[in-house]
């Protein structure tokens, strides 16, 4: 991941997020006070499916859904332990309460809508990462 980011990794004061070794894996990491911008951005994804290799990300108060969206490069942090194998089984594991969003991410956006050519960045990020991470840092969130 460090050879693929310029600029510092904007990161949500989550616990699993900030227990990982980021100057050890060679990121820069920014945490703003109120970061709803930013060339890079990371978010903590609930579960990773199988199935249609995508990743599950929920709202929540250090979890704005605008992350994963506005930055050029998105960066999702996924426990080994939370790749399911169907997206039935990713729902099941959204916290209760349920969160007041949650996104299905598949890839970076792109849009064919004009003139026919694959545009990609039109509608969030250019790039997604996203980076496995061992199973006891990520428990903290739960």
Request: proline letters at 10%; aromatic letters at 2%.
């Amino acid at each position: 991941v460090a050879g693929l980011l310029d600029a510092p990794l904007i990161r949500p004061p989550m616990a699993a997020l900030a227990d990982l070794d980021w100057a050890g894996a060679g990121l820069r990491v920014a945490q703003p006070e109120c970061a709803d911008d930013g060339p890079a951005m990371v978010a903590y994804a609930v579960a990773g499916v199988a199935e249609t290799g995508s990743v599950l990300v929920a709202s929540g108060g250090v979890r704005p859904m605008a992350d994963n969206f506005l930055a050029a490069v998105h960066v999702v942090a996924l426990a080994r332990d939370r790749i399911v194998k169907t997206l039935e089984e990713a729902w099941a594991m959204l916290p209760a309460p349920l969160p007041r969003a949650v996104s299905l991410i598949t890839g970076p956006s792109r849009t064919g809508d004009i003139e026919q050519t694959l545009i990609p960045g039109a509608h969030g990020p250019k790039r997604l990462i996203v980076a496995l991470i061992d199973p006891p840092a990520a428990a903290a969130s739960r």
